[in-house]
Every structure is written in structure tokens, then in C-alpha cells.
């Protein structure tokens, strides 16, 4: 029988569960709050938080785990060509409101809603204040064209969410976001969830003990 779930309460000491209590689908704990010393708590331990309104907040772990390694991204000759033609411009931390904005409105395949409510947005935008989360920006005829947002934590970026509204604009910017990273050392993108948008960028599945192997000795930087 499976270990009843976690309740924590709001406000509640800064602990977690080990993630090898979470149940299939990667569900660890519910509660707790958003608080940054929280949120970075749980990304050096593997775990983030992702729920939908109405709901209790919800803390995951999944394995295995979607990883983006740097040195694996794969830019094919279509997207190289997009790329190359100049059409589209970055930035990065230009207009992090404008990118978590529209990540939290952008339509999802199979998902009623959006899983960034307000207190979500609240949260990350904390984050950026204090300089833990940041956001790439990818520009077309001076329009936000598309875009992305995570946290940092050491040589680890744990991706969050993107958005596009101009074909190619995310793929873009993950390869833009890519360049940043390799600048500040930074080794690997958490992807979180398996999509094959990420698949195509050279993404890959793998064990969540290793996954957190990962975690512990580059987050330590």
C-alpha cells in the first residue's frame, strides 16, 4: 500500500518528504506555501510545485525526469535557418512580468486553464526580484514574439514555462537561453515535464536518482 500523502501546513517548516515516497506520478506533498526560502528549498531537492486553482498546492518529483545536458542541444537545419535570418531579436530579464504573463495565458494541449495562477505568478516574480529567476525574451518588429522563464540555482537551470506567439519564437529562445547559460558555467535545464517540443531540442529521460545525483553536486556551486 502506498504512503498516504504528505500534508504540510502553510507556513510549516522548510522540509520535504523524501522524494522516494512520491507516488507514480511523481505527487509528493501538498501545502506548505510559496514562499522563495520554500521554493528554493524544494528545487535543490528535485521538486517543484504545479497545480491548477481550487486546488491545494502540489509539490512533484517525477521519474524519471526530462533533462536538457548543453552540451546535447540539437538545433536542426530548419531551426538554424530561422535562427541565422535575423528575424528574430533577445533579451534577457527585459520584461520577466510580460513573459510569466503570457506563459500563464497561453493555451496548452489537453489542459483546461493554466496550472501559473496569481500566487504562482506572485511567487516567481519574487524570485526574479531577488535574482534567482530569470527570463529570456524573444523579440519580432519590436513585439514580444515568445519567451521563457526558470530559477537558477548553482550550474542548474530548472525551466518553468514558455510561451510563443510567432512559429519557431520558443525554440528560439531556449537555444538563446542556452548561450546564457553556457556563459555562467551552467550544465544543465531541468525540463520537468516530457513534451516533444524538448524531445526535438535534444532532451532527454532519465532516472530521477540520477537526476538528483545531478542536482546535489551542481547546485552546491
Known sequence: MAAPLVWMPEGGPLWFPPVER????????????????????AYARGIFPWYEAGSPILWWSPD??????????HVGARLRRTLGSGRFQYSVDGCFDEVITACASAPRPGQD???????????????????????????????LAGGLYGVLLGRVFFGESMFHRQPDASKAAVVHLAA???????????????????LRLGAEEIPRRRFLALVRE???V
Open 22 to 41: 512520491a507516488l507514480s506520478g511523481g505527487l509528493l506533498m501538498a501545502g506548505g506555501d510559496l514562499s522563495p526560502e520554500r521554493l528554493l528549498a
Open 64 to 73: 524519471p525526469r526530462c533533462v536538457l545536458f548543453l552540451e546535447k542541444l
Open 113 to 143: 486553464g493554466t496550472w501559473l495562477v496569481p500566487d504562482m505568478v506572485e511567487a516567481y516574480r519574487r524570485l526574479h526580484l531577488l535574482g534567482r529567476a530569470h527570463s529570456v525574451e524573444v523579440w519580432q518588429d519590436g513585439a
Open 180 to 198: 546564457w547559460l553556457r556563459e555562467r558555467g551552467v550544465l544543465l535545464v531541468d525540463c520537468q515535464q516530457t513534451t516533444p517540443h524538448m
Open 218 to 220: 551542481l547546485c552546491r
